[in-house]
């Protein structure tokens, strides 16, 4: 069962309406939602990369929730069997003309990341540039 602050940070209501106005849209009303948003949350709420609470309310976490859940109609299967291989270690492969290489830095898709940019987790690295003299 979907509850907001425990497994989801938006109601099914709040996805039915954003994804109303999204194309193809009809793939939607498909599926189980509530199912699809809880694996979205926790794939949101899991990932190495984001520090996000169960009770964040910006709309920007919201609307990523919402947009992975959709995403994932389409792509969860494709995406988790990429995950699969890259966590074995395969970097690429090839099959006939084409090629498919990965950087195992996908622990979400990146249009995801980047609206969840004010989240992300990790250090900044400064770089310095500075004149170094050597003495003989």
């Not at 919201?62 to 494709?78: G, P, V």
């Not at 990146?110 to 004010?118: A, E, H, K, N, Q």
């Amino acid at each position: 069962m979907l509850v907001v602050g425990q497994n989801s940070w938006v109601t099914i209501a709040e996805a039915d309406t954003y994804i109303s106005n999204k194309i193809n849209s009809g793939s939607w009303s498909t599926v189980d939602k509530a199912k699809y948003l809880i694996t979205a949350f926790f794939a949101i709420f899991t990932s190495p990369d984001l520090s996000i609470s169960k009770n964040e309310t910006n709309e920007k976490v919201k609307l990523a929730q919402i947009e992975l859940a959709f995403w994932y109609i389409d792509n969860y299967n494709s995406w988790m069997k990429r995950q699969s291989i890259q966590s074995m270690g395969v970097t690429s492969f090839s099959v006939d003309s084409i090629h498919e290489s990965y950087n195992n830095k996908g622990s979400l898709p990146l249009y995801i990341l980047d609206m969840l940019s004010d989240y992300k987790t990790g250090s900044t690295i400064a770089t310095f540039d500075r004149d170094v003299e050597y003495y003989r």
